[in-house]
């Protein structure tokens, strides 16, 4: 990754997606979102989480957007990950908890080339907004949907990490 970039500037900058992915309920793999200083050397969901693993490329670097959420509880996280090597570096998350409203970030606010790699909570990771802090988004579903879903959680990824097209979300929900 280029000294001096911050998360930010890879939320916004022009993105090539090399692989969308598909939605599954399977156990994750070690091999999907590897961290090797995290306990079990990755980050893995199970089956009671919905996920998807997009890959992208943007300033030059390859990067992991790893998409999960429970259809039975209003949970979500989106969680953004620089390839580095066989390890991933992880610069932040988008979340979601029922247990207290309001979406937030996790995220390193200083350069992205200072983050340890390998780690799930890196040192320098703040909350934003702060937990006592007013969130402005409150709604767990964006508008246009009444629960979270697979297109639901594609709208949430696509407007908040910035991606395209717009023709990703041509799932049919109506389908059984």
Known sequence: MPFGM???????????????????????????????????????????????????????????????????????????????????????????????????????CDDAATITAGMFHPAGMKRLPGSHQPHRRQDYVPASYWAMSENAALEVVRDRFRLDPDDLLAFDEAAP
């Not at 916004?12 to 969308?20: E, L, S, Y």
């Not at 209003?74 to 979406?103: I, Q």
Request: proline letters at 3%; charged letters at 25%.
């Open 6 to 108: 911050r998360v930010s500037e890879v939320v916004q900058a022009a993105k090539v997606v090399t692989d969308w992915g598909k939605w599954t309920n399977d156990k994750m793999g070690k091999n999907v979102f590897p961290l090797s200083k995290r306990r079990g050397g990755s980050l893995r969901y199970g089956v009671s989480h919905r996920w998807r693993l997009i890959k992208f490329s943007a300033l030059s670097a390859d990067f992991r957007l790893l998409v999960a959420f429970r259809q039975d509880v209003p949970e979500f996280k989106a969680h953004l990950a620089l390839v580095t090597g066989e390890d991933l570096t992880m610069l932040c998350t988008w979340e979601y908890h029922g247990t207290h409203p309001g979406w937030h970030f996790h995220t390193c």
